[in-house]
């Protein structure tokens, strides 16, 4: 099958031998009210309130929302309105830790006998995509449409990020668990696992997990970026397009993170929702690169010291990868569900931007074969019209077009700005 066009990338995977390391509980933490897609989460929860891991501490009666559960026990000792890392606001909850860990003494393993009883328990877990996204859980569990495949994305295309693959080399029982469990419930036939193949050992492991099981398939890849981008992976396995204005079920596919995987198996076996985050640790201001697992609401900073990070170097702080992740402004932001990386780079020299030159590179490395320039030039005239006609929707921000412009064009930026606009018209 032919494949989606893309870009070739330094993987600089350093951290790929090393196992996660637990880092003890922090003083404090700051959990945001907002860690997902969709409705933030109000409080529930009153100051000097005593809470346990994994008691609830946020809800939302609306749909497309998710749980949010304390990830440290303690004290209630603020709630306040927090800014995130893109500019807007929401409740955040500060809970100074009392050092012992206590478990909710209500958590247990949900029940799990029925379709319904299956999608309220994931509900009620907090679950959303862990690959960046933020999608929250029970909603893409719980399609209109028959399912056909069960595609499980572990590719990990960007450069540095190696959660996904140690979640692989060390919790395959898990996510094998899980896939038999999601296709149970929702009636799913058939499950494939898209891994890059610049991971044997992960490719491997799970490939003898799941050998006896027929339903389920591990499928290789060629380590092109963004293999891991849905409407990419979706084509590059099924052969199936994702047209403008679809979701994914609606070609009888739903695409999960192999880190949500892992996680909802967890949950049917413990009852304790999500409260922790793993996430790679790496960059040249790093002297000790690393993949961690913290308690949601952890301080930056404070993973940051864990790992031998030189802070006066540091000139770019990115929240998950360089291609797409985002940038954050200060070391005191928490840790939150969405986090899968931390980069600290010591270069940040602005490229000097030219004229274009017309030479069409940005139109061959494009997944989806957009018009990146005649995009950046129609939202420059705030033409919406024309940003419709050239499917500005489609854009997945990937930022290939940028990569490989000789000219420096601010062109994932502007495609940024140009949703924003459409959104807003």
């Known amino acids: 099958m032919r494949k989606l066009n893309g870009i070739r990338l330094a993987h600089a995977k350093n951290t790929a031998g090393s196992a996660f390391i637990t880092l003890p509980p922090p003083q404090k933490v700051l959990i945001p009210m907002s860690m997902h ?8 929860v009153k ?34 309105d927090y800014r995130m890392a893109n500019g807007s606001f929401c409740k955040a909850v500060e809970i100074t830790s009392d050092g012992l860990m206590t478990p909710y003494a209500e958590l247990k393993a949900p029940p799990c006998s029925t379709r319904e009883e299956f999608l309220a328990a994931v509900r009620r877990s907090g679950a959303v995509g862990l690959g960046g996204a933020g999608f929250p859980t029970h909603v893409k569990l719980n399609p209109k449409n028959k399912i056909e495949f069960l595609i499980i994305n572990a590719a990990e295309c960007e450069p ?201 590179r940005c139109v061959n490395v494009c997944p989806l074969k957009l018009m990146p320039t005649a995009m950046e030039q129609a939202y420059r005239r705030r033409d919406k019209a024309e940003l419709e006609s050239l499917h500005m929707s489609l854009c997945m921000l990937c930022g290939c077009c940028s990569y490989v412009c000789p000219a420096n064009r601010p062109l994932v930026e502007s495609h940024r700005l140009a949703r924003d606009f459409m959104r807003q018209k």
Request: proline share 7%; aromatic share 6%.
């Open 37 to 44: 897609m969709g409705v933030p989460c109000e409080p529930a």
């Open 47 to 80: 100051l000097r309130q005593q809470v346990s891991v994994g008691e609830c501490i946020g809800t939302s009666d609306a749909f497309f929302s998710a749980d949010i559960h304390a990830s440290v026990s303690g004290t209630v000792t603020a709630i306040t």
């Open 160 to 360: 540095y990020i190696t959660s996904d693959d140690r979640t692989m080399q060390e919790k395959q029982t898990e996510i094998i668990g899980s896939i038999r469990r999601v296709m149970r419930f929702l009636d799913i036939p058939e499950c494939f696992i898209g891994v890059e193949n610049n991971k044997p050992d992960a490719i491997r492991i799970l490939t003898e997990c799941a050998e006896k099981d027929d339903s389920i398939t591990i499928v290789p890849l060629p380590p092109v970026y963004p293999q891991g981008a849905e409407k990419v992976l979706i084509y590059n396995i099924t052969g199936r397009i994702v047209q403008e204005g679809q979701l994914p079920s609606d070609q009888g596919v739903i695409v999960m993170n192999v880190s949500t995987m892992a996680f909802l198996e967890e949950y049917f076996r413990t009852g304790m929702p999500l409260v922790s985050r793993s996430l790679t640790i790496d960059g040249d201001a790093i002297g000790k690169p690393c993949n961690v697992t913290v308690p949601v609401g952890t301080s930056i900073r404070e993973v940051l010291e864990y790992a031998q990070c030189r802070f006066e170097d540091v000139r770019r702080l990115i929240g998950g990868g360089p291609m797409m992740g985002a940038g954050l402004p200060s070391f005191d932001l928490p840790v939150t569900k969405t986090n899968n990386a931390v980069l600290a780079l010591t270069s940040d020299k602005p490229a000097v931007t030219t004229a274009c030159i017309r030479c069409g």
